[in-house]
């Protein structure tokens, strides 16, 4: 079965997003255990890790016919990185998300997975959002609740990512 688990990744854009997850959790680390003028610093490089995980993820999720096109556009979006962090995790979210969909529709294995991805990532988008009025009423764990979203969404990302190396598998096979 294409969309099982997986542990290790075939492709080499899968492990350079699989090794983008663990500079996002050294970077979260680090920003969630400093205080003071640091904090701040920290803050900005969690968002771009965020975003460089991103970018990494819809280089794995798109096909390999679209590969040129994706670096394209990935120097574009990582050269917004440092000053719109935010805008270019919401592009490739979307970008994966679309991909994702596109692919739930020809492999109906994937369907559950994709609904799963998307029902979490919406519920992730809305605390995320609401993150700052839910801190001003001493709801602190909607900052939690948004990162075990977060984790969920990522995880169940692993079906596209599985699918698509599957796909490249079969193909150059």
């Not at 979260?28 to 490089?45: D, E, M």
Request: hydrophobic share 45%.
């Amino acid at each position: 079965e294409c969309i099982a688990p997986c542990r290790r990744r075939e492709s080499a854009a899968g492990v350079q997003f699989g090794a983008s997850l663990l500079g996002v959790g050294i970077a979260a680390t680090a920003y969630h255990a400093s205080s003071g003028k640091l904090r701040k610093h920290l803050r900005k490089l969690d968002y771009w890790s965020i975003s460089l995980s991103t970018t990494a993820a819809v280089r794995a999720a798109l096909p390999a016919k679209s590969q040129a096109r994706a670096r394209l556009s990935s120097i574009g979006l990582l050269a917004l990185v440092p000053f719109q962090p935010s805008a270019v995790t919401a592009i490739n979210a979307s970008i994966a998300q679309i991909e994702f969909a596109r692919c739930s529709q020809k492999c109906p294995m994937l369907r559950s997975a994709h609904r799963r991805q998307a029902a979490s990532l919406a519920v992730g988008l809305a605390c995320f959002g609401l993150e700052d009025a839910a801190m001003q009423h001493n709801m602190g764990f909607v900052h939690a609740m948004w990162h075990c979203l977060a984790c969920y969404a990522v995880s169940s990302a692993n079906a596209l990512i599985k699918h698509k190396e599957c796909e490249l598998h079969n193909f150059a096979g």
